[in-house]
């Protein structure tokens, strides 16, 4: 059997493994997520971001315009559940229930979890968990379903908290525990979202702010620990948080009451979750020399060096490379020079059954490793929110598909008015196609996972260079917009920004596909 038929072979054993990784309450999706304070950042904005950590979740991205909607009309609240009706399993949205319609909906972008609308409010995404007696099936919001409501409904951080208290107070929060990581123009916070109880509709929650000047993540874990309700400059949280954990027992009157570890106390077991904590405030904050080991962290740290865009893209894709924690570090073989080195065929992105090959003690469970980067990474995002420019140039979604580690960001201007058709394909309904984006970096990520060592050289050389360049063009192409802008010509500025975001994200597709074209020559006879 030749080379390239026995690298086929591999691909499909690869690409059809079901290999779950769950989190404490037995949801699938896990995300980290990054936030940055506005004296944080070495521009000045305030930032969130998300990787979709997934092996369900939906590949597509497109722009929902604003809307005005008639009196009487209503939404359609979904649950998600698992189909292999498609080319790919993946999830399906299933019909709930309805909830009243509001006038008017503002533009968003549309991604599995809705991220970024035309007012400049950003989110970010982490499951959490939580007790499992918290989950109750009687409401009819999901967490998607609550992202997409705030981008429609919302301007800002505090005015989305408030409306997913109001939604959820009234409607009723059906999802696992989750952290949705809220920014605008002017500040960030972290709202940490529970069930009230089974058989009961409702919400509970808190909120915490990231001081400006800080940065804080979230991996699955819930972070929040000693609250202050009457600070509403840093926290907030529903009228629930002391008497559903004193009528459960989770807590006493007297006690110190610290919000992770009465309410889901599990999370914070879990190496999976904590280690990534600790390397993302290593990376940014290293003179503070956390242990890596620790059981809690600071909710936020300042870091050493305003955090930069570039500084953010390589955090998300590290995978522990230099550490003891790399997964890869007891898969050696002699160089070149006699010297024991990892095998250029070991990669950090193994799955179960490599890691049991190797004995590595990885994967998603109390003791097990698991890096920022994942090969299961349906998409990223890194939002820059700006309150010195117009919101249309202002919000920016720095936008990435597949495992980051192997991938580009690629800028989306909160002013376009569309995207490419290619970006609003999702591959899993489509199967294997060059009509969805996700299928070009999907391949160069699989592909790489067979000679890493080697490989990602060659993937970083390339996508190193343009992410460096669409950084050094971001100045000038804002100045070109804000031209634009400021002669009041709304529909110029919009097709300016729309043209720049396609040729961008049609670049980057190209040079995949090429990429991975490349690199299947290349190691061809290496196999």
Not at 114 to 134: F, K, V, W
Not at 162 to 174: E, M, N, S
Not at 330 to 336: D, E, F, L, P, S
Not at 456 to 468: G, R, S, Y
Request: contains cysteine.
């Amino acid at each position: 059997m030749n080379s390239l038929r026995c690298l086929y072979l591999a691909l499909a054993v690869i690409l059809a493994a079901p290999v779950w990784a769950q989190t404490a309450d037995g949801s699938w999706d896990e995300c980290t997520t990054i936030t940055v304070g506005k004296k944080a950042s070495s521009d000045g904005s305030v930032r969130t971001s998300h990787t979709d950590d997934s092996h369900r979740s939906r590949t597509d991205i497109s722009v929902v315009p604003a809307q005005r909607h008639a009196k009487g009309e209503t939404v359609t609240m979904t649950r998600r559940t698992w189909s292999k009706r498609n080319p790919m399993p993946s999830y399906q949205d299933d019909s709930i229930g309805v909830i009243p319609q509001v006038p008017y909906t503002y533009k968003y972008f549309n991604t599995a979890y809705p991220c970024l609308n035309e007012h400049q409010l950003a989110i970010g995404e982490s499951t959490i968990g939580g007790r499992a007696t918290l989950k109750s099936d009687s409401g009819l919001i999901e967490c998607q379903n609550l992202c997409a409501l705030l981008m429609q409904r919302c301007r800002t951080a505090r005015e989305a908290i408030r409306t997913a208290d109001t939604l959820t107070r009234k409607y009723g929060w059906r999802d696992a525990g989750e952290c949705l990581t809220i920014a605008d123009p002017n500040e960030v916070w972290h709202l940490e979202i529970y069930g009230p109880g089974k058989g009961n509709r409702g919400a509970l929650w808190v909120a915490q702010r990231v001081p400006d000047d800080h940065i804080a993540v979230n991996a699955n874990a819930s972070t929040i620990k000693e609250i202050n309700p009457a600070d509403t400059d840093y926290f907030l949280c529903s009228e629930n948080i002391y008497s559903l954990a004193l009528d459960s027992g989770w807590w006493k009157e007297g006690e110190p009451f610290q919000f992770c570890y009465v309410y889901a106390p599990e999370s914070r077991t879990m190496i999976a979750c904590r280690r990534r904590e600790w390397r993302v405030f290593d990376l940014l904050a290293p003179s503070l020399k956390l242990d890596p080991n620790m059981e809690n962290y600071p909710f936020s740290v300042k870091p050493d060096h305003p955090v930069s865009m570039a500084d953010m893209m390589r955090v998300f894709k590290d995978y522990y490379e230099g550490t003891e924690y790399d997964l890869r570090k007891n898969i050696t073989v002699a160089g070149k020079d006699g010297k024991v080195e990892i095998s250029p065929l070991a990669n950090p992105f193994m799955g179960v059954d490599e890691l049991k090959l190797h004995k590595v003690n990885g994967g998603w469970h109390q003791y097990g490793e698991r890096c920022i980067a994942v090969r299961f990474t349906v998409y990223g995002t890194i939002i820059q929110c700006r309150d010195w420019l117009p919101d249309e140039i202002g919000g920016l979604l720095w936008f990435a598909l597949d495992n980051v580690a192997s991938s580009v960001y690629v800028p989306i201007y909160a002013g376009v008015s569309d995207l490419p058709a290619v970006y609003k394909t999702d591959g899993r309904q489509t199967g294997f196609s060059r009509d969805a984006a996700w299928w070009a970096f999907n391949r160069v990520g699989t592909l790489a996972m067979q000679r890493w060592g080697d490989m990602h050289q060659d993937i970083d050389a390339v996508w190193n260079a343009f992410e460096k360049e669409l950084l050094g063009n971001q100045s000038s192409v804002e100045q070109e917009a804000l031209q634009l802008y400021n002669v009041k010509n709304p529909k110029k500025t919009a097709d300016y920004l729309t043209k720049y975001t396609e040729n961008c994200c049609l670049r980057a597709v190209e040079a995949a596909w090429k990429l991975g074209d490349d690199i299947w020559t290349h190691y061809d006879e290496l196999w």
